[in-house]
């Protein structure tokens, strides 16, 4: 068994293409595509995968979608904890505008998960044993309920193991209430979790440790953007600006970020490290194009260059 686990419930097929102008009303040439698999936890798996880390991937997959899924996966040379469903799983589209550079993604929404499907999901997590880590990331697709990251939760607390959740909503909530080792929220998401409808970012540390005191995890990771991430404990509140570079493209830096925070975490490196190698991870992602995620050799560039600050 991996050590490293991620859990996706909303995978997707990224299709990629290029196209000179976008235009209404005109059929619009676009390059040859390319086919990714993609969803949050995947792209933390490709990532990890990216960094030298071998790690094992749950996902639901579904029809003749599912099955391409499933082989651009193997692709990537991630091993697989399939859950098959009935429909089939999605397929998202970003086009590249050349002249301009700028990305058009469209998120298509997921099939209806049944509860037989759901359930087997959770079935299969008590029958691992193992690991240290497990990563539930992105959306929660229609017909699992609210509180299935909370029972993943409790699943992942007997096997003695830590949780890692990116989600936002309701399904945060639950696995907050639950307890968790670590989220990663913006801060609209911390806000609700704060009970305020906005938080300033003077209280950021106040609204994370009282998340902490309640039970809800042991650390929190801010992500602001290009202007600072913010990896949060009772006792210690690490900051770190990214480097400027040349964006290309934003799709999977904040997975990207997860896998970097979870390489650190794997080393035992300490928290300002584990918080630098997360944000230089994310940072690598938006320097290359689509869905590419983050490259080996631009995080450790990007790494020593934030740990001589």
């Known amino acids: 068994m991996e050590k490293i686990i991620t859990l996706t419930l909303n995978p997707a097929i990224d299709k990629t293409t290029y196209t000179a102008k976008i235009l209404p009303e005109r059929k619009l040439r676009c390059t040859h595509p390319t086919y990714e698999p993609g969803g949050g936890g995947i792209n933390v798996s490709r990532a990890l995968a990216h960094l030298g880390v071998s790690n094992e991937a749950m996902y ?34 970003v086009v590249v505008e050349e002249s301009t550079h700028l990305q058009y993604r469209f998120g298509m929404e997921s099939p209806p998960v049944f509860e037989e499907e759901w359930k087997e999901c959770l079935e ?28 993943v939760a409790a699943i992942v607390k007997k096997r003695k193991a830590k ?38 970012r003077d209280n950021v540390v106040e609204a994370a440790r009282s998340v902490i005191a309640k039970g ?35 799709v999977g830096a904040g997975d990207s970020m997860v896998a970097g925070i979870l390489y650190a975490l794997s080393k035992k490196w ?11 991870c994310g940072t690598s992602a938006t320097m290359n194009d689509a869905t590419g995620l983050c490259k080996k050799d631009q995080v450790e560039q990007i790494f020593n260059q934030l740990r001589k600050q």
């Open 60 to 93: 639901l997959a579904g029809g003749y979608t599912g099955s391409f899924f499933q082989q651009l996966i193997a692709q990537e040379n991630i091993n697989s904890i399939v859950i098959p469903i009935k429909g089939n799983t999605r397929t998202n589209i």
């Open 124 to 151: 299969e997590l008590e029958k691992l044993n193992g690991y240290e880590y497990i990563v539930a990331s992105g959306s929660l697709p229609a017909g699992v309920p609210l509180d299935f990251f909370g029972r």
């Open 163 to 200: 949780l890692v959740i990116d989600t936002s909503g309701e399904a945060l909530q639950h696995a907050v209430t639950e307890g968790v080792f670590m989220i990663k929220p913006n801060l609209n998401e911390l806000s609700s979790l704060y009970g305020v409808d906005e938080l300033k």
């Open 216 to 250: 809800g995890c042991e650390a929190l990771v801010v992500s602001m953007g290009p202007e600072a991430a913010l990896l949060i404990t009772q006792n210690e509140n690490i900051r770190v600006v990214p480097p400027n570079v040349e964006v290309k493209s934003t």
């Open 270 to 280: 300490s928290w300002s490290d584990v918080l630098k190698y997360g944000v230089a």
